[in-house]
């Protein structure tokens, strides 16, 4: 047998939820452990029949100050951080007359629960546990000698380990530390998040560098997927532990599991929604680019216009409302092939028609999206950014330049608007043609401005049935024409407005053959670049 198990006799046991403590019970008594244990835990273990030494009982000191004080002392932790490899910390625990631990089980007060909750800050700060952590760090640092459980799902295996007598080995212990530090380094960086948020850096202070020196986050696993983007890929959820209205905590009212690729598409769909939030919205999103994005005077007129710019691609995409969708729309949805409905909720009659398709995923987020900096893994670091949310200098229409042409009638600015704030959903290089609050052409992700023109045009006039939709529609480009050829490819089709960022070396040429073609042109001096 492996001389590195270490059997379980004496345990102490300090948790904040106590679901699963049957199982540790059982094992207790069946094995005759000596148990050491505080407050609520205490007295659960005992109503099971665990005879138990209360905490106060070894450290000869009483709970106090409302709990915030109970296994903070030397008799706790000398029992837990002790050496026992190393003679002289054998000697010195028998001179201090303190027993060891074999073991700690441990889970923290519910820190993200009661932010979730709504509560307010002084409750929230009760719930920053301090002896917990304490206790968990210490036992996963010792694992030499200890063995230390944070995780309910491994109460069985630990009263297993208890009742067999044999405890855990080292290569055991090493991998249940490295869960514990984990637990902790999640429990504290969700503290962090809270903080940082609640307590921003006053006035009185010198002001810091814009961003931190640690970038701490955290998430907890929502669910395991069936695979990542292919199949041959593996794949997770994880949430963020302090909301739960938010898209990742969405509620799935029907249809199969969500996969790894349906959750970047409606995430997309569903923030491109929010880009017009005083106005009923629908996106059709297809691999992460709109294939439609209409405003309506209702839910179900919006969806009718995004779904008409390109009623093909629609086909297995994913659709997202920013208004409650209502029975109309429903009956729309129903007769396409669909992959992923998202909406605020469901009027009941809509609800039920949409659930009458098996596959489809319905989902409810009542919360909109939250500005958020924006992170991205590369090979060996992370690239972190504020949220593109359409809200620079440049994205309101009183601030734009007219380049050429006459000024826009109020029809036509209110469709350049439309498309200006469109475009950020696009990726580039994007062009975006649209027409009566709706898009009815879409260039993206191209490598150049000159084929995102013409695909937008293209699309634009081959999907209508045969209607020529760029005819007087206005255009948007996410950034400057280095070249007029793109913006000639418009006029062309016949375009009337166009806006676009400017800021061109050739910005003049571009201007003059506006001017030229009679396109009235808008700069706004802001780009909305989306890879």
Request: glycine share 8%.
């Amino acid at each position: 047998m492996d001389s590195t198990y270490r059997p379980l006799q004496r345990v102490l046991v300090s948790v904040f939820h106590k679901e699963g403590l049957e199982v540790l019970a059982q094992a207790f008594i069946q094995a005759g452990t000596e148990v050491v244990s505080t407050g609520s835990t205490a007295s659960r273990l005992k109503d099971l029949g665990v005879p138990v030494t209360p905490v106060g009982e070894v450290t000869g000191f009483p709970e106090s100050l409302e709990g915030r004080v109970k296994t903070l002392d030397p008799h706790i932790h000398a029992g837990i951080l002790a050496d026992m490899t190393n003679p002289d910390h054998a000697r010195q625990l028998k001179d201090l007359g303190i027993k060891p631990f074999d073991a700690v089980i441990v889970n923290l007060y519910p820190f993200a629960d009661t932010v979730r909750s709504g509560a307010d800050q002084a409750a929230v700060i009760e719930k920053i546990d301090i002896g917990g952590p304490s206790m968990v760090r210490g036992a996963a640092k010792n694992s030499a000698c200890l063995t230390v459980i944070t995780d309910p799902q491994d109460y069985q295996l630990f009263a297993d380990r208890v009742i067999q007598g044999q405890g855990f080995n080292l290569e055991e212990r090493r991998y249940l530390a490295a869960k514990a530090f984990a637990h902790t380094a999640a429990y504290d960086a969700a503290i962090v998040q809270w903080a940082s948020s609640h307590w921003p850096q006053p006035q009185t202070l010198p002001q810091a560098q814009s961003y931190p020196t640690e970038l701490t986050r955290t998430w907890d696993l929502g669910r395991t997927l069936r695979y990542g983007e292919n199949p041959h890929q593996s794949a997770a959820l994880y949430v963020n532990p302090l909301s739960k209205d938010d898209f990742a905590h969405a509620r799935q009212l029907g249809g199969k599991p969500m996969s790894y690729n349906n959750y970047v598409d409606a995430d997309s769909a569903w923030r491109s929604v929010w880009d017009f939030p005083d106005q009923p919205a629908v996106a059709v999103v297809k691999h992460s680019n709109p294939c439609g994005l209409a405003l309506g005077e209702n839910i179900a007129q919006a969806h009718r216009k995004a779904h008409a710019c390109d009623p093909m691609s629609a086909y297995g995409g994913v659709i997202a409302a920013n208004r409650i969708i209502t029975e109309e729309m429903a009956k729309q949805i129903k007769p396409i092939f669909t992959e992923v409905v998202v909406a605020p909720d469901y009027e009941p009659q809509a609800l039920e028609l949409l659930q009458t398709k098996k596959n489809l995923r319905i989902l409810r987020v009542p919360l909109r999206p939250q500005a958020a900096p924006q992170l991205k893994p590369i090979n060996g670091g992370l690239l972190v950014q504020e949220e593109d949310l359409v809200d620079a200098p440049g994205d309101n229409p009183a601030s734009w330049t007219l380049v050429s042409g006459h000024p826009a009638d109020q029809d036509t600015m209110n469709d350049l608007v439309f498309a200006w704030r469109a475009i950020r959903s696009v990726k580039s290089n994007a062009i975006l043609i649209a027409h009566d609050g709706a898009t009815v052409g879409i260039g993206m992700g191209q490598v150049n401005r000159v084929d995102s023109s013409q695909l937008a045009v293209t699309r634009a006039n081959t999907l209508a049935e045969g209607r020529n939709r760029t005819q007087g529609a206005v255009a948007a480009s996410d950034a400057f024409f280095p070249f007029p050829d793109g913006m000639e490819i418009l006029a062309q089709a016949g375009v009337s407005a166009i806006v676009q960022p400017g800021g061109s070396i050739r910005d003049e040429e571009v201007f003059q053959a506006a001017r030229k073609a009679g396109i009235t042109m808008y700069t706004t001096g802001t780009r909305h670049f989306f890879h």
